[in-house]
């Protein structure tokens, strides 16, 4: 049972406009969600983090928003650029073992 | 140079072939993460170490074995190379802050 969900596998954005990527979690231990950035033959970069804490986090044009009682969260990216196209994968931690469970990553256009 | 350095970058072996991925870091990390990824599927742990002598199975460790010959060195062995152990492998490390991971490139392997 995947514990992690990205239910969009692909995404297609004009460039300038707004990205919006998705990611639901069902484990309610999770407190702490990290977004990473993948591009082809390279591994994940980290791009962003979220503590439970918190219900934003913004930096630069990255912002990641997490609603608890929904088990979401989003990475809106502002505005969105050629060089954002990569696949990014949702990632959650709970803080008794730090292990990260991933979603299966959505691949972002960006078209020009 | 990279931080975390995994070899080889691509591998083709046949089944029931011992076949070893290595993996390298500079970072001066305790915490050491061997992952694979299959297509349309996040990324699942295989083992991980939080100190040379401190090993751990993941997710999905039967058929795998590691080895932490120091802080900075961290090995996979598949010990009889079966076709359903095609996928791309990731190495990672995390230091002070748990949360966050750093990936190598990926080793991607054929078995055959």
């Not at chain 1, 918190?54 to 809106?76: C, I, P």
């Not at chain 2, 039967?62 to 791309?88: C, H, M, W």
């Amino acid at each position: 049972d995947q514990q992690v969900k990205q239910n969009s596998p692909s995404l297609s954005v004009q460039e300038g406009r707004i990205s919006i990527l998705n990611c639901d979690y069902t484990n309610s231990m999770f407190d702490y969600f990290l977004w990473y950035k993948k591009y082809p033959a390279e591994g994940p970069t980290f791009l962003i983090s979220i503590s439970s804490i918190k219900d934003k986090n913004e930096d630069g044009r990255f912002t990641v928003f997490l609603n608890k009682s929904a088990k979401h969260l989003s990475l809106h990216i502002v505005p969105s650029q050629p060089g954002d196209s990569a696949v990014y994968f949702c990632a959650a931690s709970a803080s008794s073992n730090y292990q990260l469970i991933w979603g299966a990553g959505t691949k972002l256009i960006i078209k020009p | 140079d990279a931080d975390v350095t995994q070899t080889p970058r691509n591998r083709i072996t046949k089944t029931g072939k011992r076949i070893m991925l290595e993996c390298s870091q500079t970072k001066g990390h305790d915490r050491m993460y061997w992952y694979r990824q299959d297509p349309g599927l996040g990324l699942r742990l295989i083992y991980y170490s939080f100190d040379v002598k401190d090993i751990n199975k993941g997710e999905i460790s039967d058929g795998y074995s590691v080895s932490r010959q120091a802080q900075a060195k961290f090995s996979l062995s598949l010990e009889s190379a079966i076709p359903n152990q095609t996928a791309l492998y990731f190495c990672a490390t995390s230091g002070t802050r748990k949360n966050i991971q750093y990936f190598g490139a990926g080793t991607r392997l054929s078995v055959l």
